[in-house]
């Protein structure tokens, strides 16, 4: 089993910047990969980011050149950092994790944290 834990969500002002956090425990040889997704109200959920144990990262279109993915194994964390918020990244955030393959399809994940709420104003 794998427990998934975010933080780090919060209201900012556009252009600002925020760093998510999540913590994996559990069987951690099962995060073989580990994404981020997020969803706004009214929205389907949808991809981020993601990266793999050796550090090979994606992300959609929209957020690159402003976010980036990482993590540290030895600490059984995955970041992201977020900068030049738009008020359209405005959703609640969760990370997720699946030992199969990447992908950004949510569906493919095994695990998931509580979510962490963030807002951009304009």
């Known amino acids: 089993q794998v427990q998934l834990v975010e933080s780090g969500g919060g209201l900012v002002q556009a252009g600002g910047s925020l760093r998510l956090s999540c913590a994996a425990s559990g069987r951690t040889f099962d995060t073989y990969f580990m994404g981020w997704f997020r969803q706004a109200p009214g929205k389907e959920r949808e991809f981020v980011a993601a990266?793999?144990?050796?550090?090979?990262?994606y992300y959609r279109n929209s957020v690159k050149g402003r976010f980036t993915i990482s993590r540290d194994n030895a600490k059984n964390t995955v970041y992201l950092q977020m900068n030049s918020l738009k008020p359209e990244d405005t959703a609640v955030y969760y990370c997720?994790?699946?030992?199969?393959?990447?992908?950004?399809?949510?569906?493919?994940?095994?695990?998931w944290g509580q979510g962490t709420q963030v807002t951009v104003s304009s």
């Open positions: 997720a994790s699946t030992s199969q393959a990447v992908s950004d399809i949510p569906s493919r994940y095994d695990y």
């Open positions: 990266v793999t144990w050796t550090g090979t990262t």
